[in-house]
């Protein structure tokens, strides 16, 4: 009889404390060895690093863990959410990865987010960057002009799913495979209502980090900023301006790719992460065998 043809992901919920709200998050991992914990963008969620967690490249020397962000797939919002509009802050999502790190006892674990998690990583480098083994940013930079007029992501008259799939369908590279392009779109056509508009008061309004990047020290912290070449919501000269005021960061431009890089064309996107973590991976070994 062969065998079941799962894939090597597992998932299970997690309870934590967030900014002293009872939650309980959704998680998934793979593989195992240096902690690699993975932040979704906007509006969507841990599904987009599927692909990741299922490269034995990547997992047979990490530990791939994603997970859904409170009111995010299949996290539920904390308790008494109705009686409240979502707007996710600089704070509030810093509090929320830190406890999750916490709540699983990862030990210097490398952070790698997107988009919105681009951002935080830069944040977590500026406030935290002690308590990483490495941070990753794709498509992240300190600041955006917004392009989109956030009042059409929750009206009663739209179909809140689709315009926010219509909104993000231009981010995403002509070179990427359709099944994987419509995957991606298809995350955010099932976000909840409002979920896509409050993570971008968190982009647009609360997390301008103009200027206010001078605490971050690459040489404790490796920081490697990757940013597709079709990315007009974060350029590679959105990400060359912000990296010019943090000596020592890295910065790619990743051809062929766009906004999404992890779940738009996983294939392309391989070429590229997978030398930073072999690199990190070599950090890792030399400071073992000091």
Request: charged share 20%; hydrophobic share 35%; with cysteine.
């Amino acid at each position: 009889m062969s065998a079941i043809p799962f894939e090597p992901i597992e998932g299970r919920y997690l309870g934590v404390d967030i900014a002293g709200e009872a939650c309980r998050v959704y998680i998934e991992q793979s593989g195992s060895g240096i902690p690699l914990l993975c932040l979704h963008t906007a509006g969507a969620d841990s599904r987009q690093f599927r692909h990741l967690m299922c490269d034995e490249a990547v997992t047979s020397r990490y530990r791939v863990i994603a997970f859904d962000m409170p009111w995010h797939g299949k996290s539920y919002p904390p308790h008494g959410w109705q009686h409240e509009e979502y707007r996710l802050t600089t704070d509030r999502y810093l509090q929320t990865i830190r406890a999750v790190c916490a709540a699983l006892r990862l030990d210097k674990p490398v952070v790698m987010g997107c988009s919105i998690g681009g951002r935080i990583v830069l944040e977590l480098a500026n406030r935290h960057g002690p308590e990483y083994r490495a941070l990753i940013g794709l498509e992240a930079a300190d600041y955006q002009e917004p392009w989109y007029d956030t009042a059409w992501l929750h009206r009663g008259d739209v179909h809140g799913g689709e315009v926010c799939a219509a909104l993000v369908s231009g981010l995403v590279a002509p070179q990427s495979p359709e099944a994987h392009r419509h995957e991606t779109l298809w995350q955010y056509m099932q976000g909840g209502p409002g979920v896509f508009r409050g993570d971008l008061h968190f982009y647009r309004v609360d997390a301008d980090l103009r200027g206010r990047l001078g605490a971050i020290d690459t040489r404790r912290t490796p920081l490697y900023l990757l940013t597709g070449e079709y990315d007009f919501s974060c350029s590679p000269e959105d990400t060359r301006r912000t990296a010019r005021a943090i000596p020592g960061a890295t910065v790619i431009e990743m051809a062929a790719l766009g906004h999404f890089p992890m779940s738009e064309n996983p294939a392309q996107f391989r070429r590229y992460i997978l030398p930073v973590l072999d690199e990190i991976a070599g950090l890792a070994e030399g400071a073992r065998t000091q």
